[in-house]
């Protein structure tokens, strides 16, 4: 059914959470939306590294998003 929205669940992780104000929120995106939809949604620096999982699995930000999929968003951290 074209026009509908999915619902996804985001996770935010480290300093992200302050950054942004919350820690997990459910958002809805038109169905179809890629993991890239949802990061350019959020006021995050494009070119800061990342991590993101959808449901524990590492995706690429092409990926395309299923209702009720969950993605975690993590600063790439270095260093040792």
Known sequence: MSGSNIKITVKLI???INQ???SE???EFPAGAT???VLSSL???PKRPKIITRNGQAVT???KLGDGDR???SPLYSGG
Do not use: N, Q, R, S
């Open 71 to 73: 993605l975690a968003i």
């Open 61 to 63: 930000t092409g990926e």
């Open 43 to 45: 006021p995050l620096d």
């Open 20 to 22: 942004l104000g919350f």
């Open 35 to 37: 993991v890239d939809t």
């Open 14 to 16: 480290g300093p992200f």
């Open 25 to 27: 929120k459910t958002m």
